[in-house]
């Protein structure tokens, strides 16, 4: 099995930062793109940030410039560091990677559970 757990969530007041990781874990054998994507009772899910396995970078327009996605490999983990964060940035966050399981096999998208970033004075 694969799991990946999110963690760093939390409340923050605006204009403040906050960083998540994300550690894929369990069998596999490689790790191709990570990501992060939110969700909010008032939006889809969109996506935030992603990153090849070679730090090929791709965010949302709205987003870059505040928000820098980065990965450790040798730690199978993804990172998001928020800044500058607004009331509309509250949402649950949640990790993707597209993972080899197996040799003979292809890659499958899997997703964390999600962690809660609350905005809020």
């Known amino acids: 099995q694969v799991q990946l757990v999110e963690s760093g969530g939390g409340l923050v007041q605006p204009g403040g930062s906050l960083t998540l990781s994300c550690a894929a874990s369990?069998?596999?054998?490689?790790?191709?793109?990570m990501g992060w994507y939110r969700q909010s009772p008032e939006k889809e899910r969109e996506l935030v940030a992603r990153i090849t396995f070679g730090g090929n970078t791709n965010y949302a327009d709205s987003l870059k410039g505040r928000f820098t996605i980065s990965r450790d490999n040798a730690k199978n983990t993804v990172y998001l560091q928020m800044n500058s964060l607004e009331s509309e940035d509250t949402a649950v966050y949640y990790c993707n990677a597209v993972i080899r399981v197996r040799i003979s096999a292809g890659f499958l998208t899997y997703w964390g559970q999600g962690t809660q970033v609350t905005v809020s004075s």
């Open positions: 369990g069998s596999f054998v490689t790790i191709n793109t």
